[in-house]
Each structure stands twice: as C-alpha cells, then as structure tokens.
C-alpha cells in the first residue's frame, strides 16, 4: 500500500518535469499552439520522424527557440489535425 501511494504521489512531479512551455515552441516562425494543424507542422518544421505511438500519430521536430527535439500528438494523420500535446 505505501508503495502505490509513493508511485501516485510522484506521477505529477514525472508529468510536470516532461511538460513543454507551448509558449517558446516555434518552427521557424510559426508558434505550435492547440490551433496548429499537423500540415502545418510538416510544412514549416525540420521534421526528424513521424510515426504512430499509444494511437496517436507523433510528429517529433526541432524547436528553433531551443533547438532541442520535440515531440507532438495528433489525433491522427490528417492534414487538418490539430496539436493534442507536445513534450521534449
């Protein structure tokens, strides 16, 4: 029982240290917000994989505010998907 309440206690602090600032991602001059669509993405960023995980399709690309790798969801590959999430 101790145990599992340590593991729920740390599940916010591992999901508040993988958590990306939306405010400083940007590809070239395109800020990602929750209104960017996955086209979008694929047009303006360096693109450095795409592919699906936990049935989402994953677009990973270089933030040019950081030039650290980022990692974004979308529902699916549509074009006109929107960002669901993005994490470093």
């Known amino acids: 029982m101790k145990k599992t309440l340590l593991s729920l206690m740390l599940l916010p602090a591992l999901s508040f ?17 929750n209104t960017t669509t996955l086209k979008s993405v694929q047009t303006n960023c360096l693109i450095k994989k795409e592919t699906t995980h936990d049935g989402m399709y994953e677009v990973e690309f270089v933030n040019t505010t950081t030039g650290k790798s980022v ?10 998907s929107v960002v669901n999430g993005c994490r470093s």
């Open 17 to 33: 240290a993988s958590s990306l600032d939306m405010s400083t991602l940007k590809c070239n001059d395109m800020q990602i917000s």
């Open 71 to 80: 990692k974004c969801d979308f529902a699916n590959k549509r074009p006109n």
